[in-house]
């Protein structure tokens, strides 16, 4: 900083500048400090009340009073019952339900799969375009951008259509398919492997390397890093996906075909949803809050080991969900 | 095979590498390759091929699920009584053309009747008439209007600021950086309860227990039914929750795009104005705003393009109502009902007739044009690349 290099009339002076960074640095720490606890407190209450039994959650009122319910009230009773495949009825009656356990495999599934697809058309659509030279070549990529102006929803309706003609409805076809191709991915990674400098392909061309060779050996290791950055960012998408497959696969088979199996097809979120309204959570808020702990919790655990890829990936880009 | 390549690593055996004066190394092969590279040319396929082999995956997914959807979606807003039926040939486009050759939509097999008759579709605006007829979708539109209007430009200033103090600070920089990104990496639905829960009249909501702190009754912020303390949640406080949900997941992303265009400016205009004696305020508005105005416009057209397409965020605000997926307030849950949840509304309740969703998913589109044209149109004069 240059403040050692600053000269002032007289000693008063200079501690009057100083007084002043000061009191500016403090309220500048404030500022930041409240806000950082608006964006904090959805967070720590999620947590504390998740981990209370339903009586404490009755009683809580504050964090201060949080405190002073020591831990003889800490429970994970509200993780239990939304795990459970079954639950007391009130005529006292074991009753089947669909536990979370259900909705975390489903969007694995989805997630993993779907992931996989949105990944290898886009490595190799992107490769084209930043790489290869063919006749169209500008008009077909003018084409792609041109769909991302386009609001989803008009995309939605028809492929409601599609989805029902082809009888997709509650099955991972509708989930993973539909969306197995994302022009911003392609835009993303067409970026990045523009960069590579052409002399690499030359080189690569004179050791008689094939085109799809040189994509595999050398381009794709260069761009691992975006490649990871839009795998990272395609799972977390999936997992936060709600529109679509509340549309589509929002229930079970039982509902969409005479299969016998009572096999729910719904992701977390959608799952989430249902438990809000789902017996077991009828007035008790602290299992609905458990509820959206569960599916928050792995984004966190993802979101610390990959805050690097995640960030940068985010900072190029608008998408979300 | 092993004396071949022996004999090809011979051939391209290098004799010298010179560097050339830019630095750059020449490699100076013993005899000339020309001939490999020609007899291996004929194996390979041409650029053009392998372009559009590598291009089949992506392709067939973009012309089925993006490509065709788009045309069919614009197709079916302009024909007119556009009758979806759940059949063979059923898809708009092969529904319209099938319906050219006969009249039988349906037909019962063994027998031969026809169930369904089929009227050849006509083209019109009819569908337009009736959505922008439709006195819930124009609420849609105001309701969209209102709150975009609200919570974009609060946004955007709160990240801005949060953004420029964020970076004239040095500790604890990094962890404040992450908490603000936070809010990002979450579950639109797990919050929205959450938020729910903190502005409930009932136990654990944290807004009514500060009001109360201030002596004030606790307000009924969402819900429909009337508490002790108040009655049915009125309009303006469930925008409020609205407001207040979407800003807290709206900063992150702004605040980490506005973070990495302030790393890019030159710290010399800073000692400049420094040397000059301006004031922070003045070094803010006269070098920060300028420099980081290419931001700005982006963040300003992402978040207005992402505002008119809410739904997910309004409508988790009301989930453990337990009223639905397309549940928006008040009585009949349209308080504040979003365009694009009024399009989702009439798709999922009314998929025979797709022609109305389609419609209202273009005037949707019309909208978003306009408002980037206005944008960009206004931008030329303010933005300094």
């Known amino acids: 900083m240059a403040e050692h290099a600053m000269y002032f009339a007289d000693e008063s002076a200079r501690r009057r500048y100083i007084a002043i960074n000061i009191v500016k640095k403090v309220f500048l720490y404030l500022f930041i400090t409240i806000f950082a606890l608006f964006m904090l407190t959805p967070f720590l209450f999620m947590i504390f009340a998740s981990l209370v039994d339903a009586t404490a959650f009755e009683q809580f009122t504050l964090f201060a009073d949080f405190s002073k319910l020591g831990f003889e009230n800490w429970t994970f009773s509200n993780y239990q019952a939304i795990f459970a495949k079954t639950y007391i009825n009130n005529l006292g009656k074991e009753v089947a339900r669909s536990s979370f356990a259900q909705y975390f495999l489903n969007t694995i599934i989805v997630a993993v799969s779907s992931t996989a697809v949105t990944v290898v058309t886009a490595v190799l659509a992107a490769f084209a375009f930043a790489r290869l030279e063919f006749k169209g070549k500008n008009l077909l990529f003018a084409l792609l951008l041109a769909t991302m102006m386009i609001p989803g929803e008009m995309m939605v309706i028809t492929n409601y259509q599609t989805t029902i003609q082809l009888d997709w409805k509650f099955t991972f076809s509708a989930l993973i398919f539909v969306h197995g191709v994302s022009v911003f991915y392609i835009y993303y990674l067409r970026q990045t492997f523009q960069q590579i400098p052409n002399e690499l392909y030359l080189a690569a061309k004179v050791d008689g390397v094939t085109d799809i060779g040189y994509l595999f050996k050398v381009m794709i290791p260069i761009a691992m890093p975006t490649i990871m950055t839009i795998l990272i960012l395609s799972l977390m998408g999936a997992w936060n996906s709600f529109i679509w497959p509340n549309l589509v696969a929002n229930g079970n088979w039982l509902q969409g075909k005479g299969v016998k199996t009572n096999y729910d097809m719904r992701l977390v979120s959608n799952g989430l949803m249902s438990l809000f309204s789902s017996d077991i959570a009828k007035g008790q808020d602290a299992i609905k809050i458990a509820g959206s702990m569960v599916v928050t919790a792995p984004l966190f655990v993802f979101f610390i080991v990959f805050r690097k890829y995640i960030m940068r990936g985010v900072s190029r880009s608008g998408i979300k969900g | ?385």
Request: charged share 15%; glycine share 8%; hydrophobic share 50%.
């Open chain 2, 1 to 385: 095979m092993a004396e071949k390549i022996k004999e090809r690593n011979e051939e391209m055996a290098v004799e010298e590498v010179k560097l050339t004066p830019e630095g750059a190394a020449v490699l100076e092969l013993k005899h000339s390759t020309s001939h490999l590279i020609a007899k291996r040319r004929l194996v390979t396929l041409p650029q053009w091929a392998t372009a559009w082999i590598v291009l089949i995956p992506a392709m067939i997914f973009l012309v089925f699920f993006m490509f065709y959807p788009i045309i069919n979606t614009f197709f079916m807003a302009f024909v007119q009584d556009f009758r979806w039926v759940d059949g063979a040939g059923s898809f708009a486009l092969g529904n319209f053309f099938s319906a050219l050759g006969n009249t039988c939509a349906q037909m019962d097999k063994k027998t031969g009747e026809c169930l369904i008759t089929n009227s050849i579709p006509s083209f019109g605006f009819d569908n337009f008439v009736t959505v922008l007829s439709n006195q819930v979708f124009l609420k849609s539109i105001l309701n969209t209007l209102e709150l975009v209007i609200i919570e974009v430009p609060l946004t955007i200033i709160i990240s801005l600021l949060i953004a420029t103090f964020l970076n004239s600070i040095k500790a604890l920089r990094g962890l404040y950086q992450t908490i603000f990104f936070l809010p990002y990496v979450t579950n639109t639905i797990a919050l929205g309860l959450v938020f729910q829960m903190l502005f409930s009249s009932g136990q654990g909501g944290i807004i009514n227990m500060v009001l109360s702190n201030f002596g004030r009754s606790p307000v009924n912020w969402i819900s429909p039914y009337p508490t002790q303390f108040d009655g049915p949640a009125s309009r303006f406080h469930q925008g409020v929750v609205i407001v207040v949900y979407s800003i807290w997941t709206g900063l992150a992303f702004k605040i980490l795009v506005f973070m990495s265009g302030l790393a890019t400016i030159d710290k010399q205009y800073y000692d400049a104005a420094k040397v000059d004696g301006s004031s922070s305020f003045t070094i803010w508005r006269r070098i920060t705003l300028p420099l980081l105005s290419p931001q700005i416009l982006y963040i300003t057209i992402t978040s207005f393009i992402g505002a008119f397409k809410m739904y997910t965020g309004v409508m988790s605000v009301y989930s453990s109502l337990n009223k639905g997926a397309y549940y928006f307030g008040g009585d009949h849950g349209e308080e504040w009902m979003p365009i694009v949840g009024w399009i989702y509304k009439q798709l999922d309740e009314n998929y025979l007739y797709p022609g109305i969703a389609a419609a209202g998913s273009l005037v949707l589109l019309a909208i978003i044009l306009v408002i980037t044209a206005l944008q960009f149109a206004v931008s030329k004069k303010r933005v300094h690349y």
